[in-house]
């Protein structure tokens, strides 16, 4: 059988929920990195229902919406509530050289990833230089 030890701790901990989850949606973590020509952000959202997520894209912010509903069944006695639950969002501001119309999400083991590849015009590319004998390359 689970103990209860700290009964300050939990009085805490039901404060922040109830008082935060009302101001305001809790955060995600996420983790974010470029690899060749994409960007790649992970955020953390175990226990979320696939169905639950929304992901909105409006003038390059990104808004991910996600709610964890408790896993007790109505009516049951809550020995312990120390897992966030309720509605979370994350808001990215996406830069003009992202792609945004070609952003492809995945969801496994908890963890949402969201794989947004870097415009073409965005991209280096060479240009050819003609006449003096040759021709030669340079990379702008």
């Given at each position: 059988m689970l103990m209860r030890t700290d009964?300050?701790?939990d009085l805490d901990r039901f404060a922040q929920q109830v008082f935060d989850?009302?101001?305001r949606p809790a955060g995600v973590p996420m983790d974010a990195y470029r690899s060749g020509d994409e960007f790649v952000v992970h955020f953390d959202l175990?226990?979320?229902d696939p169905e639950s997520?929304?992901?909105d894209v409006e003038r390059n912010v990104l808004t991910v919406r996600a709610d964890r509903r408790s896993p007790a069944p109505e009516g049951a006695e809550v020995i312990a509530s120390e897992r966030p639950q309720g509605s979370f969002s994350r808001q990215l501001f996406l830069g003009d050289t992202l792609d945004t119309e070609?952003?492809?999400a995945a969801y496994?083991?908890?963890v949402l990833t969201l794989r947004i590849p870097v415009a073409e015009q965005a991209k280096p590319r060479k240009i050819q230089i003609v006449g003096g004998?040759?021709?030669r390359q340079i990379r702008s």
């Amino acid at each position: 059988m689970l103990m209860r030890t700290d009964p300050f701790r939990d009085l805490d901990r039901f404060a922040q929920q109830v008082f935060d989850s009302v101001t305001r949606p809790a955060g995600v973590p996420m983790d974010a990195y470029r690899s060749g020509d994409e960007f790649v952000v992970h955020f953390d959202l175990p226990g979320v229902d696939p169905e639950s997520i929304d992901l909105d894209v409006e003038r390059n912010v990104l808004t991910v919406r996600a709610d964890r509903r408790s896993p007790a069944p109505e009516g049951a006695e809550v020995i312990a509530s120390e897992r966030p639950q309720g509605s979370f969002s994350r808001q990215l501001f996406l830069g003009d050289t992202l792609d945004t119309e070609r952003i492809e999400a995945a969801y496994e083991s908890g963890v949402l990833t969201l794989r947004i590849p870097v415009a073409e015009q965005a991209k280096p590319r060479k240009i050819q230089i003609v006449g003096g004998g040759g021709r030669r390359q340079i990379r702008s």
